[in-house]
């Protein structure tokens, strides 16, 4: 009886672990509209378009296995976001975008170093 119970509470914890996950693209996308409509100063009439590619990109990522997608499925992904925006922002933006993304970048090595360095310890 008990391993019964423990395989469906197991059984439950998977499957809504698979819905909040088909649901995140949209969440996610969400949020970092939200980030960028305040980093960016996105106008209103540019707030809606930024919310579609962030979207598209997120969901597509998603559909080509996220994280674990072949680099060449990845780089077309960014490559096809990317142009996305330059239809979307002004020039300020883009360069504001770009420098938040070089932050980024170098928190993630910094992270990625000290991760590699305490594995070793």
Same mark, same amino acid.
């Given at each position: 009886?008990?391993?019964?119970?423990?395989?469906?509470?197991?059984?439950?914890?998977?499957?809504?672990?698979?819905?909040?996950?088909?649901? $995140?693209?949209?969440?996610?996308?969400?949020?970092?509209?939200?980030?960028?409509?305040?980093?960016?100063?996105?106008?209103?009439?540019?707030?809606?378009?930024?919310?579609? /590619?962030?979207?598209?990109?997120?969901? /597509?990522?998603?559909?080509?296995?996220?994280?674990?997608?072949?680099?060449?499925?990845?780089?077309?992904?960014?490559?096809?976001?990317?142009?996305?925006?330059?239809?979307?922002?002004? $020039? /300020?933006?883009?360069?504001?975008?770009?420098?938040?993304?070089?932050?980024?970048? $170098?928190?993630?090595?910094?992270?990625?170093?000290?991760?590699?360095?305490?594995?070793?310890?």
């Amino acid at each position: 009886m008990k391993k019964n119970l423990l395989s469906l509470i197991c059984g439950l914890l998977l499957t809504s672990g698979v819905i909040a996950q088909s649901a $995140e693209p949209s969440k996610r996308a969400q949020a970092l509209t939200d980030k960028m409509k305040t980093e960016l100063e996105l106008r209103d009439d540019q707030v809606a378009r930024v919310h579609s /590619a962030n979207t598209k990109m997120l969901t /597509a990522f998603q559909a080509a296995g996220g994280a674990d997608a072949d680099g060449d499925t990845k780089k077309s992904i960014r490559d096809t976001y990317r142009a996305d925006l330059d239809e979307v922002l002004d $020039e /300020a933006q883009l360069s504001k975008a770009k420098k938040m993304k070089s932050v980024l970048k $170098e928190r993630r090595q910094s992270r990625n170093t000290t991760t590699d360095s305490s594995v070793g310890s």
